[in-house]
């Protein structure tokens, strides 16, 4: 499914701000809850990462927004349209690449995207430069006359990937969109959603590469057993489940130890486990709270210890997954592949 050629508003009334609204949204498959009353907004020209493992009900979720299956409770608008009431209107606001290459076959990589683009109403001469630029973008351009049967399953994503991308859709949504695909051609991929950001779309990005949320994504939200379990920018994440660390290098790395011992020495909690590593030039302090924060480096400055730089540390995104949600990201950044349960929906899609 493929967006429109401009960014259009809808002109039904006033705008709340966010491109994306989702209210109580349910969704069964035979005894499987695969969404269980999900609350979502996304603000208008931002990325929202959407993070959850296996069978979480990420790929659900799209799949309602994009007006593929019909939800059993709940409401949800894009770009103003009703998913239930106004489907046709809200098709042609935006774009969809999911987790499998969608693209006709028999027909050249040119040939698909210009097809696609006269289909969304660009002129023949806009159909055939946007096709020209986006084969291009991604490294497609000497394959651009051979069949999308001849591709290779990375070609045939990219290929996809710049299908949902020609008309610039007003939201734009991106369901795993680089499983699989190598290093640069994922660079390729962030690049182009970037720029369209930039333009004033607005991205909803299901993911399991936590460099890639961390890359794109301006807020992020944890999706499990098809509940919402937590939201928030990175950084508001990360500070979440703790963890942070304050990391000291002093002027001179003899001075580590006796920094270690007089932080041991103040009482304060945690601070005690403090740790020199004379490897790195380093003091590495658990830090609890931003006062604790504060204190630490009081006494530093009073014991007249010089510092050459100061810095700290949150957990890795990987990390706060693991804590949220107990379990491991699942899919291997290199072979794309992972485990764990699926939705019965998610297995078909």
Request: aromatic residues 4%; hydrophobic residues 35%.
């Amino acid at each position: 499914m493929y967006g429109m050629t401009r960014i259009d508003k809808n002109p039904n009334g006033a705008r709340s701000g966010n491109a994306v609204e989702v209210r109580g949204l349910v969704k069964h498959y035979g005894t499987t809850k695969a969404l269980d009353g999900v609350d979502l907004d996304v603000r208008e020209g931002t990325v929202l990462g959407v993070l959850g493992p296996n069978g979480a009900g990420k790929t659900t979720l799209v799949r309602i927004l994009s007006t593929l299956v019909q939800p059993d409770a709940g409401t949800a608008k894009v770009a103003g349209y009703d998913v239930l009431t106004q489907p046709r209107q809200l098709r042609r606001t935006i774009g969809l690449t999911g987790q499998y290459a969608s693209v006709d076959e028999k027909l050249s990589g040119w040939e698909n995207l210009y097809m696609i683009g006269r289909l969304l109403d660009l002129s023949r001469k806009d159909a055939r430069s946007r096709s020209d630029e986006l084969l291009e973008r991604f490294s497609l351009t000497e394959a651009a006359k051979k069949a999308a049967m001849h591709y290779s399953g990375g070609m045939r994503r990219r290929l996809d990937l710049a299908a949902s991308m020609i008309g610039r859709p007003a939201v734009l949504y991106l369901d795993e969109p680089t499983t699989g695909l190598d290093p640069r051609t994922r660079n390729e991929v962030w690049d182009e959603v970037q720029s369209m950001v930039a333009e004033g779309a607005t991205v909803l990005l299901t993911t399991q590469y936590m460099e890639e949320a961390e890359k794109l994504a301006n807020e992020l939200t944890i999706i499990d057993r098809g509940r919402i379990i937590a939201g928030g920018g990175v950084d508001e994440l990360k500070a979440r489940i703790g963890g942070r660390t304050l990391q000291v290098r002093p002027t001179d790395p003899a001075q580590l130890p006796a920094m270690a011992r007089a932080l041991a020495e103040t009482g304060l909690d945690g601070v005690s486990g403090a740790t020199a590593v004379p490897d790195e030039g380093l003091l590495y302090v658990p830090i609890l709270s931003d006062q604790q924060l504060t204190s630490v480096i009081g006494l530093l400055g009073e014991r007249g210890f010089s510092v050459a730089h100061i810095g700290t540390h949150l957990p890795s995104l990987d990390e706060v997954f693991l804590a949220i949600t107990g379990k491991k990201t699942s899919t291997d950044p290199d072979t794309g592949t992972g485990s764990g349960s699926h939705t019965p929906e998610e297995v078909a899609a």
